[in-house]
Structures are given as structure tokens and as C-alpha cells.
């Protein structure tokens, strides 16, 4: 995971008190990594690997077919 944040009151689930706004995580896992990335006010790409989304509840910033896409996009972004 990419971390871009600053100190936030201790509210997130994992007790750190750190905000993880602006951070991107990329993964292959709706689960774990795109939910898990919106549970910490972060941003996502999910690597397809030429799946289709079916995820109905939310949806990744963005999906790429492969992890040096998501990467690519991820510095493009950024900056």
C-alpha cells in the first residue's frame, strides 16, 4: 500500500488514528483489498485479471487488467 496521510482521531478500526486519505491500495481481492481500502478512506485499484466486476455494493477508483497497469495508474495520479 502506497501511504499518503496525516494523524486523524482515533477512529479507524485497526486503533492507529492515522488517516489513510490519499493512499491507493492494489490488489486482486474485491474483499479484502477494495473494501478493505474503502474501510480506511482509501483509494483502490482492483486487478482484474480479465474478471468482470460483479461486486454490487461498492466498486473500486479504479480497475486494471494486470498489476503493472495499476501501478502505472496509480503514479499517473499522483503525480
Known sequence: M???????ADDRPDGTG????????????????VRGAINVDAHSVWVSGGRPWTEGAYRPTHIAPDTASAID???KVTG
Open 18 to 33: 492515522a488517516s489513510l486519505n490519499g493512499a491507493w491500495m492494489i490488489g486482486d481481492s474485491p474483499q479484502a483489498d
Open 73 to 75: 495508474h496509480v503514479v
Open 2 to 8: 502506497v501511504y499518503s496521510g496525516h494523524a486523524a
